[in-house]
């Protein structure tokens, strides 16, 4: 039996014995290309990540009706946004490849869904959990429907009160869940990353706490994991400067892979609390000690 302090991810068990569950976020930064997705699972696999995540929209029920005829300048040339967001979009087949390709590396894969379409899609196709996005976390009919699947839902807390997560939470009583902290700016400066908050979330929630990241640099996200965090997303991207809204906040696979270590380098480190005379310290304890 499975605690509401214990959420399993497909073969992962996110607790709080266990180590963090790291997922690469890889969200849109594909930028609509096969190869670019499947070289960014590659690349979470080499860093060591447990899981990589997508965003699934269908564009009618997501683009609002002012904005789509918009034209903006792409890699693909000029084109409307509503094409733009049909441009970014993997179908049902390729979303299985893709599947397929990350389990190759016993890497989860799962997706975000910003409509109710886009969630049925993912059950479908038989993601292991959902996750909410911060821009979602207002929509209870999208988080309702997500529990009502069975399936652990994980929501993002960003541009968000602490009564848009209360409302959030409760329909998620009584289901694995996991609430991550996180603020939407893309990228985050340090000051408004309030990971104090990642603390006050597991006093006041009875569930796993995260942290979806989207700062520069790893060495806040290994904080957000030593006060608390046991979920952490942080935006994978094969190259910063590459065309795309979310690139900018994004790790390069040179600093995943660094934040994977520096995490684990910290989880050895962090022990049981028991106070123990190792072995390695007997030579020093015979040779230093002067009153035994």
């Not at 976020?25 to 995540?53: T, Y």
């Not at 564009?59 to 040339?77: A, I």
């Not at 309702?144 to 997560?165: H, K, R, W």
């Not at 935006?235 to 400067?241: C, I, K, P, V």
């Amino acid at each position: 039996m499975i605690s509401l302090k214990e959420v399993k991810v497909g073969s992962f068990l996110i607790s709080e014995s266990d180590p963090a569950f790291i997922v690469a976020e890889l969200g849109i930064n594909h930028n609509g290309e096969m190869s670019i997705a499947r070289d960014l699972i590659s690349a979470a696999a080499s860093a060591g990540a447990n899981a990589v995540k997508f965003q699934k929209r269908t564009p009618e029920l997501c683009v609002p009706v002012d904005q789509r005829l918009k034209e903006r300048e792409t890699p693909w040339g000029l084109m409307t946004y509503m094409d733009y967001r049909y441009r970014m979009e993997f179908d049902r087949n390729q979303y299985i490849e893709l599947m397929s390709f990350a389990h190759e590396f016993n890497l989860e894969f799962f997706a975000t869904p910003w409509d109710e379409e886009s969630l049925k899609f993912l059950i479908d196709i038989g993601v292991p959990c959902i996750k909410i996005a911060s821009a979602s976390l207002t929509d209870l009919n999208l988080i309702s429907e997500s529990a009502a699947s069975g399936l652990p839902v994980i929501i993002s807390t960003g541009m968000s009160t602490m009564e848009n997560i209360v409302a959030a939470a409760r329909i998620l009583e009584g289901h694995q869940h996991v609430i991550a902290h996180s603020t939407s700016t893309y990228p985050c400066p340090v000051e408004e990353l309030n990971l104090s908050m990642i603390d006050v979330l597991k006093k006041q929630f009875n569930c796993i706490v995260g942290y979806s990241g989207h700062e520069s640099g790893v060495s806040t996200t290994v904080a957000a994991v030593v006060l608390g965090a046991k979920y952490i997303e942080r935006h994978l991207t094969l190259d910063r400067a590459m065309w795309g809204s979310d690139h900018a906040a994004s790790l390069e696979p040179q600093g995943f892979t660094r934040l994977v270590r520096d995490i684990r380098i910290f989880e050895q480190a962090i022990g049981d609390g028991v106070k123990k005379l190792y072995p390695s310290e007997i030579p020093y304890l015979e040779k230093l000690r002067r009153i035994k």
